[in-house]
């Protein structure tokens, strides 16, 4: 089993930056892709970005690409997303997800296991 836990979400204001970490356990050999998906009040669950085992290959979502940057540590078990210039379309809660198919390249959908989340508020 695999275990994620989020930090780093808080309240900030527009043009803010601010970094999530997501830090994995258990048995995370098997992890080929981590990434993060947002939710906002009243809304589905949307994908935001994803990066590789070997951090060679990331995929992000046109709503934040060149404002957000996803990378993972050398282990390899902890991924973050550096998000800058925040708007208020961007408050959401924060999940990260791992993703065990090696055929997959950075997918942005069929992840199997999701941590608890993290909030972000952006006020204007």
């Known amino acids: 089993q695999v275990q994620l836990v989020e930090s780093g979400g808080g309240l900030v204001q527009a043009g803010d930056s601010l970094r999530l970490s997501c830090a994995a356990s258990g048995r995370t050999f098997n992890i080929y892709t981590m990434g993060w998906f947002r939710q906002a009040p009243g809304k589905e669950r949307e994908f935001v970005a994803a990066?590789?085992?070997?951090?060679?290959?990331?995929n992000y979502a046109d709503s934040v690409k060149g404002r957000f940057t996803i990378f993972r540590d050398n282990t390899g078990n902890t991924c973050h997303l550096q998000m800058n210039v925040l708007k208020p379309e961007d408050t959401a809660v924060y999940y990260c997800?791992?993703?065990?198919?090696?055929?997959?390249?950075?997918?942005?959908?069929?992840?199997?296991?999701w941590g608890r989340g993290t909030q972000v508020t952006v006020s204007s």
């Open positions: 997800a791992a993703h065990y198919d090696y055929t997959a390249q950075v997918p942005s959908s069929g992840y199997a296991t």
């Open positions: 990066i590789s085992r070997n951090s060679g290959n990331t």
